[in-house]
């Protein structure tokens, strides 16, 4: 029973919901896990975001919030318990810094890593997947530069820019099968290898990233998906 | 070296809606400032070592220390100077005006520079007015008070500086008609509202430059077609 009167309408596909979810873990929250159907959206899904129709939405009692970097600081900011809970730094240029490669991760590592897994052909996908090459390269700087040494992004908790990234962590193992190369290039970004193995094992995200040969052959589906559209759509 | 001096610049372009909306919360808050016109054809060395990663205006610079993107710049400086504040207080409303900022940034803005850039596409073109259109339309519909911060404005409204200002230029430069006085009344109405604020009025640029720089680059876009 969710004594927070909280839902979280999202999916264990969907990287998005599963940085809601672990933001909730870190505060300790419980809340009622609703998983959506993409392709047969629920009325409750539609009524609560109606502006995009997307997961993950958050509804706290009545209110509901959208778009999951913004859920992630709601949360934040309603449950302000104490620091060791705290995702978000609290001064107010460490934040701004976090908002910006947050901001950053959803703009170019999102985009490189979805073109490149769902792209048509052998030539965009090599073009995708060098960019995101080249992201990783900037975000182990990133992850030296705030890690100091500690662990995470955020120091030695993890924090929004590690729940905005750690999030991706099983479409990364995904491409891992779809292309036969290592995720993290342990050359490039010794960083970023020993950051994911830390956050992925950390209690307040154990359990919530999907499981690799589940996302995999729900990806597979998703390609067939779009591949077939692809060719039925005219132009 | 102990100083009271706070250093405060703003790298930017007079013709910039992202520049803009600093330049208006800047003046809104009293917060003296350093204005540093770059040349976007010729970046400053400046500009390259303070936004690497994008090497894009505004970047805003507290101490030597700089922010890049607008809506990030504009949470810092409310968050540092709390005098007339742009942002709510409290968690839900907070999430509502960060939401409906990046909703203008992502499906107006967006819509309105593909927009521009489709001239010679018709059906593209089309497509492209009719997504602004309905992102205008869902805008008009969350319109409830004078401004979108209520009785005074906030980032939201700030953030809307491009819908008030920059849009109708691109209109007219386009012929194309997407915000008008009988399609959203609400969203006009603000729109006037807006750019009388003894602020915003202030701190919007002369609009006959604006309206030939951007003249000159659509001629451009046409003739490369």
Redesign the interface.
């Known amino acids: 029973m969710a004594t927070n009167d909280l839902k979280l309408l999202g999916g264990w596909f969907s990287p998005f919901a599963c940085r809601v979810q672990i933001a909730l873990s870190i505060k300790g929250l419980d809340y009622e896990n609703i998983v959506e159907n993409l392709n047969s959206k629920s009325d409750l899904l539609l009524q609560s975001n109606p ?1 995009y129709k997307k997961i993950p939405v958050l509804i ?1 009692g009545d ?1 509901t ?3 999951s970097a ?2 992630v ?2 949360i934040d ?2 449950w302000k318990n104490n620091a060791t809970s705290s995702i978000l730094p609290s001064n ?2 460490a ?3 976090a ?2 490669w947050v ?2 991760i959803d703009d170019k590592f999102f985009n490189s890593l979805r073109y490149g897994l769902f792209a048509q052909d052998d030539e965009s996908k090599k073009k995708y997947f060098d960019e995101l090459e080249e992201v990783l390269l ?1 975000l182990e700087e990133v992850f030296n530069k705030l890690s100091e040494g500690k662990g995470f992004f955020g120091g030695e908790k993890i924090g929004f820019i590690d729940i905005a990234l750690g999030c991706y962590l099983s479409w990364l193992k995904v491409k891992e099968k779809f292309t036969g190369t290592k995720m993290f290039d342990e050359a490039k970004n010794p960083g970023l290898v020993k950051w994911a193995e830390a956050f992925s094992a950390h209690p307040a995200v154990k359990g919530i990233l999907p499981e690799t040969d589940k996302l995999v052959e729900y990806a597979i589906a998703m390609a067939q998906g779009l591949a077939a559209a692809a060719t039925a759509a005219p132009k | 070296m102990a100083t009271n001096q706070e250093e405060v610049k703003l790298l930017g372009s007079v013709k910039s809606p992202f520049v803009c909306r600093v330049h208006i919360v800047l003046k809104l808050k009293g917060i003296e400032f350093e204005f540093v016109d770059e040349n976007l054809a010729n970046k400053s060395d400046q500009l390259l070592k303070y936004n690497p990663v994008y090497k894009k205006v505004p970047v805003f610079v507290h101490n030597d220390k700089p922010i890049s993107e607008s809506l990030v710049i504009l949470e810092y400086i409310d968050e540092t100077w709390k005098q007339n504040p742009i942002l709510p207080s409290d968690p839900y409303h907070r999430a509502l005006a960060r939401f409906w900022s990046k909703f203008i940034d992502d499906k107006i803005v967006a819509a309105s520079v593909k927009v521009v850039h489709s001239v010679g596409d018709e059906k593209e073109r089309e497509k492209n007015v009719e997504e602004s259109i309905e992102a205008l339309q869902i805008l008009e519909n969350e319109l409830k008070d004078k401004f979108f911060g209520g009785e005074e404005i906030g980032i939201v409204d700030i953030a809307a500086v491009f819908i008030a200002f920059w849009l109708p230029v691109i209109q007219d430069i386009t012929g194309l008609k997407m915000l008008t006085a009988e399609k959203f009344p609400k969203l006009y109405n603000w729109s006037q509202e807006f750019l009388n604020h003894p602020i915003v009025k202030e701190n919007i640029p002369p609009r006959d430059p604006l309206f030939a720089i951007y003249k000159a680059y659509y001629d451009s876009l046409i003739a490369s077609k």
């Open positions: 502006t706290h209110k919030i959208c778009e913004i859920i600081q709601y900011e309603v107010a240029y934040k701004a810094i908002r910006f901001s950053y900037k």
